[in-house]
């Protein structure tokens, strides 16, 4: 999704940008631009479609010490060089922003009658003309954003200069993340940490409402009743360690390899002798544990598939669990028992729709809210209540894998506290914890195990690069799992793939089998074994192929028609974080095998900041 990146310095800070850009790369764009104050003080723009590289390859010649970048993800308007941010005004001012504005028709129609001359059909070209409006009639940098604003409907996070003002850097935020970093006689700003990581480590965030001007030397915040405020200055801990392939061919392989390591990182500190702690979700995490009687779930994508498999967990603990995809929560009414957590899933703590769904969530009489992600500075943290982090390390690939997993465990500990209060007086665990506990402790050594998989999956995938559709199926716990796998697989090879809980095959799907349609089935040794079994054979009964990966003692094995991967026996509990392992490897293979983008597939951004 859209990047900003901005600088203000006694030095050339193009390297800067350009470099920022690049480390944004990550979050799927499909055009960049900058734009800086040059030495004749007058505005430099270059904006390129395609990759960062392209741009790189545009601004040799051009150096100045105060400017905005900005990689863009199209929403309104086509992927092109004039819809490519910056925008500016009369050569006067630049603009960057990340966000949708709602009212850009109004402030559109009303600045053609005034007189500005559209070039892009992007919403954000509304922004640079209200700015320039306002410098025209008299109005200084600051007091002219501060003005726009307050104009504006929708979500912004803004970096605007102007060369009326060579040395001063603006930066807005409302709804969209925006973040300064603090440098040596130099201030920067971005919309991802990561992108800052060579230049500085200290960082503060804005929050909604709050609008910065930077100097080289200086940082002053405003919130919005306009009052000057003061923001925490924190450390970031990202490192480039995190960003390098290290010998992989992408970071989704690499990803997945690191399972391993991310599981073992997400239970540290979290696991006592034969028990789950609780003081890891935080200082409160037992008191609002203690009036906790059902839980609400929201989330997007392939965090909505791991709160999907939580709900088997929850209710096998007797607990109620309700889950819903964020974009639907926001936009109906709700009916909230007393008692109910709600609890937000997000690797990027960033995805508009489950921030929003918090916001509202708050207002509806929920206990308490409780986050569970990957990225410490992001905005679903600072907004909830009570935080666990999945300390799966940086997610490159747009494809969810190790944040999945570490998801998958976060759920499971949370579930096991939450039994507790089940079974008995909420502190004392019992055999069954001390047994998941045992069982957690030894998954990182069953997910290498999975990961050896990989020859096999590497055979099977052949079985695929050539088709257009599969279909994938799962039982109980392991249908959002094979939901998973499905949305894998379309993701990053663009084949179509639909999930299916395997005994509505007979009401529907099965009228879609046959030899072009590859069948993919998670088949764990759970109670739902024989069931699925039979769901299996009315596939092979219509001449279906199938591709299953079972339990090595499930019985099933492989012939002419089915090609059986054998998983190593595994605790139930466990068994949807394992059975995901062969999935991911399988989507990675088919779609290296397709030769698609994998890393950043067509269409999709690693971080959904818009609706
Ligand atoms: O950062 P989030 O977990 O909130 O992101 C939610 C989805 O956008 C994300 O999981 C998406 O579905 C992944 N690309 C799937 O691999």
């Not at 929403?75 to 630049?94: I, K, L, Y």
């Not at 954003?145 to 807005?172: M, N, R």
């Not at 500085?200 to 709050?210: F, I, N, T």
């Not at 100097?215 to 923001?231: K, M």
Request: aromatic letters at 6%.
């Amino acid at each position: 999704m859209c990047g900003i990146v901005g600088a203000v310095a006694n030095r050339d800070i193009i390297p800067t940008l350009i470099d920022g850009l690049k480390r944004l790369e990550y979050r799927g764009y499909d055009s960049a631009g900058l734009a800086v104050v040059d030495s004749h003080n007058e505005l430099d723009l270059r904006r390129s479609v395609g990759r960062v590289a392209s741009l790189e390859g545009i601004c040799e010649s051009v150096s100045g010490m105060t400017g905005v970048a900005h990689t863009r993800w199209a929403t309104h308007g086509r992927p092109a060089e004039n819809n490519a941010h910056p925008h500016t005004s009369s050569s006067q001012v630049a603009v960057v922003h990340n966000g949708i504005i709602e009212n850009h028709n109004e402030l559109r129609a009303l600045q053609k009658e005034q007189g500005f001359p559209f070039s892009s059909e992007t919403d954000t070209e509304v922004i640079v003309h209200q700015i320039d409006w306002h410098m025209q009639k008299g109005m200084g940098l600051l007091e002219a954003v501060k003005t726009t604003v307050k104009e504006l409907d929708g979500a912004y996070g803004l970096g605007v200069v102007s060369k009326q003002e060579p040395d001063l850097l603006i930066a807005a935020r409302s709804g969209s993340p925006l973040l300064i970093g603090l440098g040596d006689s130099e201030n920067f700003i971005a919309s991802d940490m990561s992108a800052l990581i060579p230049v500085s480590q200290k960082y503060m965030v804005l929050e909604d409402g709050d609008i910065a001007k930077i100097t080289s030397d200086s940082v002053e915040i405003f919130d919005q009743t306009g009052a000057a405020v003061e923001r925490e200055v924190l450390i970031s801990t990202l490192s480039d360690e995190e960003t390098e392939l290290g010998g992989f061919s992408h970071y989704m392989k690499k990803e997945i390899h690191e399972q391993t390591r991310a599981i073992t990182e997400t239970l540290e500190g979290r696991l006592g002798a034969d028990s789950v702690l609780e003081l890891p979700f935080g200082d409160s995490a037992r008191e609002i544990f203690d009036k906790t009687k059902e839980i609400k779930i929201i989330a997007c994508g392939t965090s909505y598939n791991a709160a999907s498999v939580a709900r088997y967990w929850f209710e096998e603990f007797g607990i109620k669990c309700d889950v819903e995809i964020a974009s639907e929560y926001r936009y109906r009414k709700h009916v909230v028992n007393e008692g109910t957590l709600f609890v937000t899933i997000s690797q990027s703590g960033e995805t508009l729709d489950t921030m929003a769904a918090l916001e509202m969530a708050k207002t509806l009489g929920y206990t308490n809210t409780l986050c569970i992600c990957n990225v410490p500075e992001s905005s679903l943290v600072r907004a909830s209540d009570l935080t666990i982090f999945t300390h799966a390390g940086r997610e490159i690939g747009v494809a969810s894998t190790k944040a999945f997993t570490t998801q998958l465990v976060t759920l499971l500990m949370l579930a096991i506290c939450l039994r507790r209060r089940r079974i008995g007086d909420g502190r004392t665990s019992d055999s069954m914890e001390a047994e998941i506990v045992q069982e957690l402790r030894t998954l990182p050594q069953q997910i290498e195990n999975a990961l050896d998989l990989e020859d096999d999956i590497i055979a099977m995938s052949k079985h695929f690069a050539d088709k257009h559709h599969t279909l994938f199926l799962g039982r109980g716990a392991h249908y959002p799992i094979a939901v998973e796998g499905a949305l894998k697989l379309k993701e990053i090879s663009y084949i179509h793939a639909e999930a299916y809980a395997a005994g509505e095959l007979k009401h529907g799907p099965l009228a879609l089998i046959d030899e072009d349609m590859p069948v993919v089935a998670v088949a764990p040794n759970d109670e739902l074994l024989e069931k699925l079994k039979s769901n299996l054979e009315e596939v092979r009964a219509r001449g279906g192929k199938l591709y299953v990966f079972a339990d090595a003692n499930s019985g099933l094995e492989s012939d002419d028609e089915t090609m059986v991967l054998k998983v190593a026996p595994v605790n139930n509990y466990i068994a949807p974080v394992i059975y995901t392992i062969p999935l991911q490897l399988l989507s990675y293979h088919v779609a290296l095998l397709k030769g698609t983008d994998i890393d950043k597939p067509r269409n999709l951004a690693k971080s959904v900041t818009v609706e």
